[in-house]
Structures are given as C-alpha cells and as structure tokens.
C-alpha cells in the first residue's frame, strides 16, 4: 500500500535533533522497512526523474497518492478532479466538467477556458506530456502510482511545467493476472473497471484495461416539466498495450481512447445575492439551495472523444539505457451549455431566477485535435559515482477550435460562428548529471535547452446578430505568431544525515512558452502574452521516524515569476485577453506526517501553506458584468477597470489540508476494515479581481468506505460515502451576464464488490 508523502525543507540541525533523539535506528530505516511492509509504512518509489528511486533519495518535493485514498476519490463515479487537495497545495476545477480540468500548484495555474489556454502545470501520462485541456481529463485507471512534482521540472519534462507536473504510469503488460471491480451508487451510478494480463510466452505479454462510468440525468429542469434532465453522462476509456522483452530490448506498444457523452458542467443564475457569497436557491433570493433543481432555457450536451497510439522502446547496453518514446494523441469535441444559468431574460415574458438582463448561449467544439510527440534520452545505468541522462524532445500540435453563439437558447443554427487554428511546434535538448559521494551527499544539475514557436489564426467568417448588440459583424482572418528559446536549468544537493534522515535544497529556473489568444465569437482582436519566466528555491527534510513506523516529510518554498501569463476572462465584455504581470512571488510550505502506529491502523496528514501576491502597478482587469461587489480599487481614467496589483492569484487557497485514516481487523481468511479520507480548502477568489460573491470562503469534503476483503485479494466487499457531510461550495462562476456559478459535487452513496486474480 502506497501512502502519500510529500517533500519539505528543513535545518541541518532539526535532522540532526530528530536522528539524535532516536526517532528512527538507521538500519531500521530502509533494510527493515521495506523487509516489514505489514509492520512499517514501507518504501515508496517513485519516477519523478525518470528511473525508479526511494522518494526520499530525490531532491524534490514530492506528493504520492495511497491506493486507499485514489480508490475513495474515484468511487461513486469521480474523476480527476476529485485529486483536488488531496495532496498540499494542489487545486483542480473546471468549467467544462469532466472534460476540461484545470490544475494549480503552489498557486500557479491559469483560469482560461478557451481550448487552447496554456497552464503552468502539465499533466505527464506514462512520460508524454498531454497538452491540450481536453486530453488533460483522461480516466485514471489501472494505474501503478501518481506523483505531484512541485516547482520547476523543466530539465526532464519539457515545456510549460514552471509550476509542476501531475504524473500518471499505467500497469504495464508482464505477469499473468489482473482485477475487476463494479459499483452502484446514488443517481443509478454505474463504475466499472477492470484489467487482464497475460504472459504470451517467448518474450510478449499483453494488458487490457477498461474503464466504464454512468449517471442517470438526477437534476430537473423546474421550467421543462416534471423529471429529471440533466447532469447525466456515459464514460468510457480503454487501453492495450503489448510489450516486447528479449534480454536488453523491451519494446511496448499502447492504443488508448475515451468517449464521453453526456451533460455539460450546470451554470447556475443568480446563486449568489448581491454582496453574498452564499448559495442561494433557484426560486429567487433567500431560498434554500438545491443541487437538484435548475431553472434553464438552452440546450446542453457534451461529447468527446480522444485517441491514442504510443511506442516506447528501451535498449539496456549495460552502462546505459536509450529510450525513445513516441505518442501520437487526437481529440474532439462538442460541448454547449446554457451560460447565462437561468431561464429567459430582461426582454422575454418571464425570466429566472433573478434578473436575467440577456440569453447567452455559447458551445465551443474542437473539430480537431493533433499531438505527436518524440523523445529521446539515455541514461546511464550505475547507482553509484556519476550518474546522467541526456535527450532531445520534439512536440508538435495542431489545433482547430469552433466557437457559436446562438440568438436564442434553444437555435439550432448559430447566430456567429468564429474559428481559430493554431500550430505549435517545440523542440528541446536535455542533461542531467548527478554525483553520489561516499558520504551520504549527492550533487545534481540539469538544464535544458527550450525552442517553441506557434502559429495563429482566428476569424469570425458569420455573423448575423443585429447591430445594436454592438458586435461589428463578421471579422476577417487575424494572424500572429510568437516564438522563443530560453535555457532552464536546476541544482540540488540531498544529504543522508542519517540512514533516517535526509536534508535537501534545490534552485530552478522554469519557462512557459509565449501564448496567443483569439475568441472572436464576441471580441475582434488577438491578444499575445509573452513567455514568463520562474524561479523557485525549496529546502526540505525527508525522514522516517519510530523504527520505520512513520514518516514526516516537510518542505518550504520561494518563487519569483516575471512576466507570469494572466488570462482575463468574462468580465463585463465576455472577452479572452492575455496579460502579463511584472512579477508575482509565491512563499510557503508542504509537510505531511504518514503513520502506522498499531498493527493494522494507518494514519496520514497533509499540510499546505501558500501565500503569493501579485506585484505589477498600473495592471488591471475588467470588472463583471453583473452586479457583483467588486474589492480593487478602479484604476483613474480607466472606466470599468480595476487594479489587481497586490491581489492573490485566483483559485489558490492560503491553506488546504488533507487526512486519512485507516483501521483493519482480522476475521476468519480476510479482514474488515474502514477508511476514511477528508480535504478542507480556505477562501478561493474565482476571477483576477476580487469581489464579495465571486469567492468561496471554504470547502471540506469527506468520505467513508466499510467493507471486508480477503487476504488473497479474491473478494472486497464495501459500501461507501463520498463528500459525506453533503457540503455545498462554489468552485468557479461565469461573470458577465448575473451571479452564475457552478458548484462541486453532491453526496454520493453506494455499494462496491472487486476481484484480483
């Protein structure tokens, strides 16, 4: 069982008190914690650079994620999201639902929701890095381990990862065996998942997995008669891969892909009153909110469908290994939704809830998605000594975006039609070098030599909506495009002071390529951000304490970002536009403590800190469009804009904190056990500017699974609760029309049987 545990800084001396006080025997340390997996919390590997070592051997800070704890997220229909705060100072929300998650660490990330927004974070799925928002959703299924790296990882992951990366590895094809589990929950929740190995003999083995959830439609439309409408979808993704070994050759072929039809995310209107940000009901002001009623006039769906194909090949020639590793990804989809959350508007007969001053009806498509990606590296093979990896890596996207707008909700035949192409193509060479002294210190420097160029194009070809709206009619093809290089780099140095305590520091330089930005559906110019650049310093301290019964991990972090890409969005205009702030500076720290301190009990807590503030004078943005209360101060001479030098970065809450715990007791062939798990995030601001409503004060969200298994694995047997204490917040809001927001997920109960054979 894998236990989350996270990276930290630290004091020389408070390593040296902790080793001093026998917290933990050195020979207990490693030998016997991983000899005692049933006593000791064992050992955790990881590959946040790119080989597999104990996480407390690498000079990072690293999060991991417990197979208890990724069961609970995922039960009950959850998907990546449902990572959010599971780990210290990791966000995740999205506007689109499902299909469009948006990833902040230590702050950093971006609230875009064009198709083509650039993040800081990147996503990396058995090392190819997904770029696109809408391969970012992928299923996590049949899944050997998932790390968070925070900071800069430039040198070995490539392009825009100045905030971190979240990595998936898969099950890979080898021995025969596999699993399959099957749950029903509230709303006729189906999930089911499974994998099947085989060993075909002379070299090959085979892996199929799959991945199957559904939802029954639980949310009535109260202004579409009587029964259940929306908030329902079909999920499935699958993956085979077929691997090749022969001596040093091993050679693995994947084809993945994923279909989803089903509900876009639910907007809702005039949830927030007016100076407020609690949640109000859809009949009006002051009613009680109800997750199962919405009140909506437009159309809504989502489809989505994505492919893959992958090759990786390793050749072990003793001193070192090479690795290529190719990928080729394509995407579409379709998704409409009601934006403006409510029924009819300022000119219809009726309207609701609250003042609806206009319909707006929005659907954005990718016709098509292309992504191919190369890498190349070789890596020396010795644990000792020197020790070094070196490649070159190529991406290259293409990327076509549809945007509508209708006249009335329920048109089937867009008013405005505007479409964007872009082509990004990057290219970047790498080397790692580390040095392992006698001594217990190990020396590490990396750099990385980064190319990016893009290509746009945007038009808005249609446009009949009448002139009085101000839109200026159609638009004709605007081009830009941007390039740049620049060379990352990192240095650490990790210290053994005792088999039981590691001390380690760490300086990165990070980069994010420069972005362009081009909604025409309601806007008619592009805007350019140029390519932002990080610095992070963190100094930690890795331990595992009481002879191997616990561990504790802390680190503390600095970053400076000039130029950092800010995307203004909504606001009274319902435009896109690129920003760039001076400088923004982050500060703060992780720490987690993992514990088994009774045969059959286990125990973790996480802990993140973060406090960042942007500082660019003369920056503002524009204010919503609806009636909200706006915090900033208004910039002289510039109506309607307001400065947010000095403001928190949005979706960045100053604290978030996560729990688990963990008791099992034998009976007969197997056990019984309970497992709980708990998120607890403070105030978030949804937009660059501040405001009373558009904000959520805290959420914390728990779960409970009870159930029995054998020790053979042959049966698990539980039921389950997610977000148990049914806690309603606000995760993210449309600004421009009223007080629409969009909330998290509701209680979900159910039962759960799973096989391992």
Not at 137 to 143: C, T, V, W
Not at 453 to 462: G, L
Request: proline letters at 4%; charged letters at 20%.
């Amino acid at each position: 069982m894998r236990f989350t545990a996270f990276s930290s800084p630290s004091l020389v001396a408070l390593a040296a008190a902790l080793s001093g006080l026998g917290l933990a025997t050195p020979a207990m340390a490693q030998e016997q914690v991983a000899e005692d997996q049933d006593r000791g919390i064992g050992v955790i590997v990881v590959t946040a650079q790119k080989r597999a070592e104990d996480q407390r051997d690498v000079p990072l800070s690293i999060s991991t994620l417990s197979a208890d704890a990724l069961a609970a997220v995922q039960a009950g229909g959850g998907d990546i999201r449902g990572l959010a705060g599971r780990v210290p100072n990791l966000n995740i929300e999205s506007s689109f639902g499902r299909t469009f998650p948006r990833f902040y660490i230590r702050g950093l990330g971006n609230t875009d929701f064009d198709l083509n927004a650039s993040q800081p974070v990147s996503l990396v799925y058995d090392d190819v890095v997904l770029e696109n928002p809408i391969l970012k959703g992928f299923p996590i299924f049949d899944l050997d381990r998932i790390e968070v790296l925070r900071g800069p990882q430039g040198t070995l992951f490539g392009r825009n990862t100045p905030a971190g990366i979240v990595k998936f590895d898969t099950v890979k094809p080898g021995e025969t065996g596999g699993y399959a589990k099957a749950s029903i929950a509230r709303f006729n929740t189906l999930q089911l998942e499974g994998a099947l190995g085989l060993d075909l003999g002379n070299g090959f083995a085979v892996r199929a997995s799959g991945f199957y959830q559904h939802r029954d439609n639980w949310v009535d439309n109260v202004d579409n008669g009587p029964g259940n409408d929306l908030g329902g979808y079909d999920d499935f993704a699958g993956r085979l891969q077929l691997q090749y070994e022969d001596g040093p050759l091993t050679a693995r072929l994947v084809g993945q892909v994923r279909i989803l039809d089903g509900s876009a995310i639910l907007f809702r209107a005039n949830v927030f009153q007016k100076g407020s940000n609690e949640l109000n009901g859809i009949a009006g002001a002051g009613s009680d909110f109800r997750r199962d009623e919405i009140r909506s006039d437009g159309l809504n769906f989502q489809e989505l469908n994505t492919y893959n194909a992958g090759l990786t090949v390793n050749y072990d020639f003793g001193p070192v290994t090479l690795t290529s590793v190719t990928s080729y990804w394509n995407g579409n989809l379709k998704s409409r939704g009601d934006i403006d959350g409510g029924f009819g508007n300022a000119f219809a007969p009726s309207q609701g809830p609250g003042f609806i001053p206009f319909s707006a009806q929005t659907r954005d498509d990718v016709p098509s998605l292309d992504q191919f990606t190369q890498e190349i590296r070789l890596a020396s093979n010795n644990e000792t000594g020197l020790g070094y990896q070196v490649g070159g890596f190529f991406f290259n996207e293409k990327l076509d975006i549809t945007t509508l707008d209708y006249g009335a909700p329920a048109d089937t035949v867009a008013a405005a039609v505007a479409v964007q192409r872009q082509v990004t193509d990057s290219f970047g060479v790498f080397a790692s070098l580390n040095y392992k002294f006698d001594n217990g210190l190990t020396l590490q420097a990396g750099a990385r030599y980064n190319n990016d160029e893009r290509k746009f194009a945007a038009a808005r070809p249609i446009d009949t909506r009448p002139g009085f709206l101000g839109f200026g009619g159609p638009v004709p093809t605007l081009t830009t495009a941007v390039d740049a290089d620049l060379v990352t780099w990192d240095l650490a140095a990790i210290y053994a002071v005792s088999d039981a305590v590691n001390v380690f520091a760490r300086a990165a330089r990070g980069y994010r390529a420069p972005s362009i930005q081009g909604r025409l559906a309601f806007g008619r110019s592009l805007s350019v951000a140029d390519s932002e650049r990080t610095m992070s310093y963190e100094a930690g301290i890795k331990t595992v304490l009481f002879d191997g019964l616990a561990r504790f991990n802390l680190t503390g972090y600095y970053y400076n970002t000039e130029d950092l890409q800010l995307t203004a969005v909504g606001g009274g205009g319902n435009v896109t536009s690129l920003l760039n702030a001076d400088d923004v500076e982050g500060f703060g720290f992780e720490a987690d403590l993992a514990a088994r301190p009774a045969d059959g009990l286990d125990l973790s807590i996480g802990v993140g800190f973060n406090e960042n503030e942007i500082k660019s004078p003369g920056l503002g943005v524009a204010g919503c469009g609806s009636p909200c209360t706006v915090l900033d101060p208004a910039i002289a001479g510039r109506p309607g804009i307001f400065s947010i030098n000095g403001n928190r970065l949005p979706q960045s809450p100053k604290w978030s904190l996560n729990w688990t715990a963990g008791y099992a007791i034998p009976v007969g062939t197997g056990e019984v056990y309970a497992f709980t798990d708990w998120y607890y995030r403070s105030r978030i601001q949804f937009f660059l500017y501040d405001s009373v409503e558009f904000s959520d004060d805290s959420l914390i969200e728990g779960g409970l699974r009870f159930g029995y298994r054998t020790s053979n694995g042959r049966l698990d047997v539980a039921a389950f609760v997610r977000n148990i204490t049914n806690n309603t917040s606000a995760t993210g809001g449309i600004d421009f029309n009223n007080l629409t927001a969009y909330v998290n997920e509701p209680r979900i109960f159910g039962l759960e049987v799973g096989t391992r054979f």
